[in-house]
């Protein structure tokens, strides 16, 4: 048992490094530039939820982990280094699903990198040469507006990802060979991202039947796969029904918004946006085109980037929730996917260019471009 446990820790001490590492960013976010982050307001959240004795309304999974790890005491500041453990965990697990599944197709050296950039991918350099012309509102926030694959100050969207990037990558799997054992997964970690957070499955719950339709078309897996996103559905309703309608009405409430896409004021202000964030996606459309439009995978990240966007433009909250910003965090989610299906297409393009003749054209200014991001 010891030599096993042994060579566990000798396979993972990268992923040990990078949990370490990921204490010492949060615990500094946390305690140190607490003013510039919404971590302490999700504690306080925890603690409410915790006095009120609704432990399990909303979306509370992350919430009552943070009362389990703290023996539900409600002690601030157990809470709050609570939270940074979970953090830490959430984005250690990223960079292990990232680096298993580039394992399956290329060394585990380029996988070790491609997952450690997906851990930091974030367009710095663009928005801080725009500072200087007034873009930002506040430097604290310099991702506030763009659609960037990270962020450092959620702690719902970062405990979140995890459990929605199982999901993705039990699904592209599932485009190629429909299998029971996984739609039991791909239902777990679909249910467990909503009950975190529902931003995922709001582009998930559009883009996967697309493509599932497609791959199978009117068949028996096509009405099996559509189970995971029927109990992340009723996941989503509870999570309405204890936000909206918990005790009464607070006046919070949706609505959909498509006229401000008809106004210049509206493109004034996020046209600059949108062309900055989609600068290397675009590009890398161009190079890649003809490779990959006949891909289900690229299909599926194309919908869920438009209609992470499109939710993001269109959908908003009203009455005391509406400063909340929730209906922002889906296009993250769905960018990130966006920069790994990058990631992943030059990977295994250069791959073949260098078994062929060498760096292709294409490859040499899709990785200029990715560093250029970082």
């Known amino acids: 048992?010891?030599?096993?446990?042994?060579?566990?820790?000798?396979?993972?001490?990268?992923?040990?490094?990078?949990?370490?590492?990921?204490?010492?960013?949060?615990?500094?976010?946390?305690?140190?530039?607490?003013?510039?982050?919404?971590?302490?307001?999700?504690?306080?959240?925890?603690?409410?939820?915790?006095?009120?004795?609704?432990?399990?309304?909303?979306?509370?999974?992350?919430?009552?982990?943070?009362?389990?790890?703290?023996?539900?005491?409600?002690?601030?500041?157990?809470?709050?280094?609570?939270?940074?453990?979970?953090?830490?965990?959430?984005?250690?697990?990223?960079?292990?699903?990232?680096?298993?599944?580039?394992?399956?197709?290329?060394?585990?050296?380029?996988?070790?990198?491609?997952?450690?950039?997906?851990?930091?991918?974030?367009?710095?350099?663009?928005?801080?040469?725009?500072?200087?012309?007034?873009?930002?509102?506040?430097?604290?926030?310099?991702?506030?507006?763009?659609?960037?694959?990270?962020?450092?100050?959620?702690?719902?969207?970062?405990?979140?990802?995890?459990?929605?990037?199982?999901?993705?990558?039990?699904?592209?799997?599932?485009?190629?060979?429909?299998?029971?054992?996984?739609?039991?997964?791909?239902?777990?970690?679909?249910?467990?991202?909503?009950?975190?957070k529902p931003s995922f499955y709001f582009v998930y719950v559009i883009a996967y039947p697309i493509i599932i339709l497609n791959r199978y078309g009117i068949k028996k897996e096509f009405f099996k796969s559509l189970l995971p996103l029927l109990a992340g559905g009723l996941c989503l309703i509870y999570e309405y029904m204890t936000i909206y309608y918990n005790g009464g009405n607070d006046g919070s409430g949706v609505v959909i918004d498509i006229m401000q896409l008809f106004t210049i004021d509206f493109w004034k202000s996020h046209g600059l946006y949108l062309v900055v964030s989609m600068s290397l996606p675009l590009l890398f459309l161009i190079l890649y085109a003809r490779d990959i439009y006949k891909d289900r995978e690229f299909w599926f990240v194309l919908i869920m980037a438009i209609c992470g966007i499109g939710m993001m433009w269109c959908c908003k909250e009203t009455g005391p929730r509406a400063a909340h910003g929730n209906f922002n965090w889906q296009a993250i989610a769905a960018m990130w996917f966006v920069y790994l299906y990058i990631l992943k297409t030059t990977i295994r393009a250069t791959k073949s260019m260098l078994l062929c003749h060498g760096w292709g054209i294409r490859e040499k200014l899709c990785y200029v471009s990715l560093v250029y991001m970082y």
Request: hydrophobic letters at 50%.
């Open 1 to 196: 048992m010891k030599d096993r446990i042994k060579d566990i820790i000798r396979k993972n001490l990268d992923a040990i490094g990078i949990f370490v590492f990921m204490l010492c960013v949060f615990s500094y976010i946390m305690f140190v530039i607490k003013w510039k982050s919404d971590l302490w307001e999700h504690v306080n959240i925890a603690n409410e939820m915790l006095e009120e004795h609704r432990l399990f309304s909303t979306n509370f999974l992350m919430y009552f982990l943070v009362n389990v790890l703290t023996f539900f005491t409600g002690y601030k500041y157990p809470m709050r280094a609570a939270l940074v453990l979970l953090i830490s965990l959430a984005n250690t697990a990223k960079y292990v699903l990232v680096r298993n599944a580039f394992s399956e197709w290329t060394t585990a050296k380029t996988a070790k990198l491609a997952s450690f950039a997906m851990l930091f991918v974030y367009i710095i350099p663009l928005k801080c040469y725009l500072k200087p012309l007034v873009i930002f509102i506040s430097s604290d926030n310099l991702y506030l507006g763009y659609y960037v694959p990270n962020v450092w100050h959620n702690s719902t969207i970062l405990c979140m990802m995890p459990f929605a990037i199982a999901c993705y990558l039990w699904s592209v799997k599932q485009f190629e060979e429909y299998s029971e054992t996984r739609n039991k997964y791909i239902t777990l970690f679909l249910v467990l991202s909503v009950l975190v």
